[in-house]
């Protein structure tokens, strides 16, 4: 090397690598933020009606919302709006306290009533569905993405919204500041009322707290209640459950309340204290505010014991054992002296009684008379008992109906909120007549009472198809 070339083509060379080696940072980098944007927008997994994109157990009834979306902007061009159907995809069971099951229910439902409403003979506007996910993991990126695609979609109300939890409170708080027409199916805690635009079609926990009462009065009149409450205050739905069952108690009613947590490592282990400490006491009932997934423990504990079994306890709770609805995985409670009632949103035979509160058109709907568009044609191998389909298309015939309303001109987002909170609305469902009040609650429904059994049936109680407000017993 000469002593021309030797210092300077050194530092040379050691200034190119320099600025390669930023050159090759800076694109790693580039490609870093690129992978972690697609993986972000994988994770949210925008509004969409892709049968691939929130799992297989789904794919068959969101293909079917797929089909009807595209028929509806080939045949009917500008002339349709979108309602967002959204459901808790994400996060553990114990914090959506939604199962797949339940959400493929719902989703089923709401295609239906899409469906029915499309085939009317005039049915300007037309009504599309997407899907989205409100759960814990992606409520944020979801609401995001319907801020973004409202005006183009004409995105006019939003319906299911998963159950009475705190992510749904913060996406229907955040629903509520945007205007957005609402219709929830299944969140029935009272904590939920007041939200501009919320509508709601199932009873709420106050009142099936008083059916409750009423029936275990009606089994015992002179009753002896161990109420059993989830310590979670996070959850909604057995924070004001438990509550109510305390306003609507005597003094004389109650044993004792017991308490579990659900977010422990090992619930199932005290409930079995709790069931050990119940048949032990004078108590003849059980009322469990807690969520259906604890629930087996306690029927467990319960059933395995003589002074229960010798008494007869009665178990009885509200709409959230509908989850139970299906062939358990394992045995859920072994003496069948011991029973389990609770108070359901809606249930397959309340769609098929003759003289029942349900209309013929909705019974149609769901059952073959409908012909090749009713549910058990569309979803032959599929369990309506858990009521989880009535009730979404309940839910969304509600939204429909608010915004048939205008007839005129096309309706904003805010004028269908406005509708349906206005008191003025009142829908022929298929869990029978749907009066919402002024803020957005049914008023004077009917709820059924179910008897659920071991194998996971469930029937109408013995003592009656339904408990009304007022009731002085089971009819």
């Known amino acids: 090397m000469s002593s021309v070339d030797g210092p300077w083509v050194t530092g040379a060379f050691r200034r190119a690598r320099w600025w390669r080696n930023i050159v090759i940072a800076a694109l790693v980098a580039a490609l870093l933020a690129v992978t972690i944007t697609i993986y972000l927008s994988m994770r949210a997994r925008p509004l969409t009606d892709d049968p691939a994109a929130f799992g297989d157990d789904l794919a068959g009834v969101i293909g079917r919302i797929r089909q009807e979306n595209t028929r509806v902007e080939k045949e009917h061009p500008g002339a349709h709006v979108t309602i967002v159907a959204l459901f808790?995809?994400?996060?553990?069971?114990?914090?959506?306290?939604?199962?797949?099951?339940?959400?493929?229910?719902?989703?089923?439902?709401?295609?239906?009533?899409?469906?029915?409403?499309?085939?009317?003979?005039?049915?300007?506007?037309?009504?599309?569905?997407?899907?989205?996910?409100?759960?814990?993991?992606?409520?944020?990126?979801?609401?995001?993405?319907?801020?973004?695609?409202?005006?183009?979609?004409?995105?006019?109300?939003?319906?299911?919204?998963?159950?009475?939890?705190?992510?749904?409170?913060?996406?229907?708080?955040?629903?509520?500041?945007?205007?957005?027409?609402?219709?929830?199916?299944?969140?029935?805690?009272?904590?939920?009322?007041?939200?501009?635009?919320?509508?709601?079609?199932?009873?709420?926990?106050?009142?099936?707290?008083?059916?409750?009462?009423?029936?275990?009065?009606?089994?015992?009149?002179?009753?002896?209640?161990?109420?059993?409450?989830?310590?979670?205050?996070?959850?909604?739905?057995?924070?004001?459950?438990?509550?109510?069952?305390?306003?609507a108690m005597k003094p004389e009613e109650v044993v004792e309340t017991l308490a579990f947590d659900a977010g422990a490592r090992s619930p199932g282990t005290v409930l079995g204290l709790n069931a050990e400490r119940i048949c032990n006491s004078e108590a003849n009932t059980v009322l469990y505010a807690g969520r259906a997934d604890h629930l087996p423990a306690l029927m467990t504990g319960l059933s395995g014991r003589v002074p229960c079994i010798e008494r007869g306890i009665k178990v009885i709770s509200g709409d959230d054992v509908a989850e139970l609805n299906g062939p358990p995985p394992q045995p859920m409670w072994g003496d069948q002296s011991i029973t389990l009632f609770y108070t359901a949103l809606a249930h397959s035979q309340g769609v098929e009684q003759p003289g029942g509160p349900v209309i013929e058109a909705m019974k149609q709907r769901f059952n073959k008379s409908g012909g090749p568009n009713s549910f058990e044609a569309l979803f032959p191998n599929e369990d309506r008992d858990d009521g989880m389909a009535i009730?979404?298309?309940?839910?969304?015939?509600?939204?429909?109906?608010?915004?048939?309303?205008?007839?005129?001109?096309?309706?904003?987002?805010?004028?269908?909120?406005?509708?349906?909170?206005?008191?003025?609305?009142?829908?022929?469902?298929?869990?029978?007549?749907?009066?919402?009040?002024?803020?957005?609650?049914?008023?004077?429904?009917?709820?059924?009472?179910?008897?659920?059994?071991?194998?996971?049936?469930?029937?109408?109680?013995?003592?009656?198809?339904?408990?009304?407000?007022?009731?002085?017993?089971?009819?």
């Not at 904003?412 to 509708?419: I, L």
């Not at 957005?440 to 109408?460: H, R, S, Y």
């Open 88 to 247: 808790p995809m994400s996060g553990e069971v114990s914090e959506i306290t939604m199962s797949r099951q339940t959400i493929r229910h719902g989703l089923q439902g709401i295609y239906l009533a899409q469906l029915w409403r499309n085939r009317q003979p005039e049915a300007r506007p037309y009504v599309k569905v997407l899907v989205g996910s409100n759960g814990p993991r992606d409520w944020a990126a979801t609401l995001a993405d319907l801020d973004r695609r409202a005006d183009a979609e004409r995105i006019l109300a939003v319906t299911g919204l998963g159950a009475s939890t705190e992510t749904t409170r913060r996406s229907i708080a955040a629903l509520s500041e945007r205007q957005f027409a609402m219709t929830a199916a299944v969140i029935t805690s009272d904590e939920f009322r007041n939200f501009r635009g919320l509508a709601r079609v199932a009873p709420l926990n106050s009142d099936q707290a008083k059916t409750v009462l009423r029936l275990a009065r009606y089994f015992n009149p002179k009753l002896k209640a161990v109420v059993v409450r989830d310590r979670n205050r996070d959850d909604s739905y057995v924070r004001t459950l438990a509550d109510y069952f305390a306003q």
């Open 391 to 475: 009730v979404h298309h309940d839910a969304m015939y509600a939204a429909i109906e608010a915004i048939d309303k205008f007839t005129q001109e096309l309706p904003g987002r805010g004028d269908v909120a406005s509708v349906l909170t206005s008191g003025t609305l009142t829908v022929a469902g298929a869990s029978g007549p749907i009066r919402i009040s002024d803020g957005g609650d049914p008023v004077d429904k009917e709820i059924p009472v179910l008897q659920l059994g071991p194998a996971g049936t469930t029937t109408f109680s013995r003592w009656g198809k339904s408990l009304t407000a007022g009731s002085s017993a089971p009819r």
